[in-house]
């Protein structure tokens, strides 16, 4: 008995860091119920030495596998040579990443930050920049285009112009200046084009909305209607990009090369924050000193780290493998044929699996996922991602499929 009620208020070190996390830090997520301590490959492991697959890789940001030996090595040797000084000197390391961006991305220059919704409030400024140095749109009137369910990051600018009521509640006022269409609708977005627009910003493909495509043809249509009508396509590759769709970048399933390109998570190789916002010489060059900034853009620990990521991508052939096994692990997962699946989407190493919300909730596939060794994450409630590093192999894929099956016929007869 004594021992029973000792069990029952000892909590376990699993419990006690969850609980210390919960205590001091503010809920603005919720996370699958695992203390994760270290990571190697495709693979974490948790407090009490568990082994996981990782299906999620950091919402892609670890798209080189965690703890990668030439990433860590040149982390390490570069915090212990220079790390930091500010962009108020030139460093030996940053010319060479970005022309290293540049060339990949087929465009002229580029501007280094540090997270995404950075790079996306960067690539903002570029178009509107542009839009009133170049296009002469009157004085605080330009416009951007953007998508319903869009998803570009959490800064008070960014979710202003979101679709999904969650990220807005009792955030207001909102930034004016962006107007929102149906995504993937070519036509709504010439009629809501005026000669105040100066750009149109869209993800290539929609991740937190489920891993979303648009229509065939929808990029490429795209940049022809912005050539058409002089206004600026930015697209938003801080998911998308990087080889994880089986191309280094999205936009070259359709050859519908943006004008900006919004970089940012693989491009830390999984270690450090690393984004950019690449473009054309005729935008980027608009800049001047002190119109924009960040004391940690552009630093040489970064640059180094970013060079390094865009290096290993190449070297080690991640894009072709994201294209041979993201069609392969696409074809098996929908080849389940089970009445909890409303559809499987997706491209390259960048799956969602769509299930019907009245019959199964998402996040309970996840936890089923999680005890039997996997780890992926849902977004909207009802779609299941994974998104692994691109390092992944057939043998672990077909590992993960295994799981998916046995959890997938588990809670059909729960359903049924």
Avoid at 30 to 43: A, C, I, M, S
Avoid at 70 to 94: C, E, G, N, P
Avoid at 156 to 174: L, M, R, V
């Amino acid at each position: 008995m004594l021992n029973y009620i000792k069990k029952a208020f000892t909590k376990s070190p699993t419990e006690k860091a969850i609980a210390l996390e919960n205590t001091y830090t503010a809920h603005n997520y919720h996370p699958l119920p695992v203390v994760l301590q270290r990571g190697e490959g495709v693979y974490l492991w948790d407090m009490d030495g568990n082994k996981y697959l990782d299906m999620m890789s950091a919402y892609s940001a670890v798209s080189a596998g965690h703890a990668h030996p030439r990433l860590v090595k040149k982390l390490t040797d570069q915090a212990q040579t220079l790390a930091v000084t500010s962009r108020a000197y030139h460093s030996a390391i940053m010319g060479p990443f970005v022309e290293k961006l540049c060339t990949l991305a087929g465009l002229d220059m580029a501007l280094p930050m540090n997270t995404g919704a950075e790079a996306v409030e960067t690539a903002i400024k570029a178009a509107r920049l542009w839009g009133y140095a170049v296009k002469n749109i009157p004085e605080d009137q330009a416009e951007i285009i953007v998508a319903t369910d869009n998803f570009h990051g959490r800064t008070t600018t960014i979710i202003s112009f979101s679709s999904d009521a969650e990220y807005k509640k009792n955030f207001g006022p909102f930034t004016p200046g962006f107007k929102i269409v149906p995504y993937g609708d070519i036509d709504a977005v010439k009629a809501a084009i005026t000669p105040n627009t100066c750009a149109v910003l869209m993800e290539p493909i929609q991740g937190e909305a489920g891993i979303k495509l648009p229509p065939e043809g929808f990029l490429k249509d795209l940049r022809h209607l912005c050539t058409e009508q002089n206004v600026l396509l930015a697209l938003d590759e801080i998911q998308s990009g990087l080889g994880r769709t089986g191309k280094m970048f999205a936009f070259e399933h359709e050859e519908a090369r943006p004008d900006l390109l919004i970089l940012g998570k693989a491009l830390g190789g999984g270690l450090l924050p690393v984004s950019a916002v690449v473009g054309t010489k005729e935008i980027m060059g608009l800049f001047t000193p002190g119109s924009h900034g960040s004391t940690f853009g552009g630093n040489a620990l970064s640059s180094a780290v970013g060079l390094e990521a865009l290096n290993v991508l190449e070297d080690e052939g991640l894009v072709a493998n994201s294209a041979i096994l993201g069609d392969y692990f696409m074809n098996e997962l929908k080849a389940i044929d089970s009445p909890l699946i409303r559809t499987v989407r997706g491209r390259g190493l960048w799956i969602g699996v769509d299930f019907h919300p009245e019959k199964i909730s998402a996040r309970a596939v996840c936890e089923k996922l999680m005890a039997r060794g996997i780890l992926s994450k849902d977004t909207h409630g009802t779609v299941v991602r994974f998104a692994p590093p691109l390092t992944i192999t057939r043998a672990e894929i077909d590992n993960c499929l295994d799981h998916v099956r046995a959890v997938v016929a588990e809670l059909e007869k729960k359903a049924a």
